[in-house]
């Protein structure tokens, strides 16, 4: 799905993918099944987006360690943020 993206800027969800093997594993439980939707669908998403901006990176010619290194502290950066306004001390 992230080659489909990379060559044609067109994407395709695991919606329907999802749901039918969450539907699969944890059978007569929908709760159990949205979540392993939920799971599956923002990990692709997630994913495209880190490979978008990685390829943006390399246009850009910046190192690809650079990318990366500057991606992790951001994902870090909003982790903590986000946890300590929804859980503040």
């Not at 080659?3 to 067109?10: E, F, G």
């Not at 439980?29 to 692709?44: E, I, S, V």
């Not at 390829?55 to 950066?77: E, N, V």
């Amino acid at each position: 799905m992230g080659v489909l993206q990379a060559v044609s800027n067109m994407s395709i969800g695991l919606n329907v993918i999802s749901e039918l093997v969450g539907g699969f594993v944890v059978p007569g439980k929908a709760l159990a099944m949205n979540m392993f939707k939920a799971y599956g669908c923002l990990c692709l998403w997630m994913a495209q987006e880190f490979s978008q901006d990685l390829k943006l990176g390399h246009y850009a010619k910046i190192p690809p360690r650079a990318m990366f290194r500057a991606q992790i502290i951001a994902t870090f950066l909003s982790v903590v943020t986000v946890n300590s306004l929804e859980y503040p001390l």
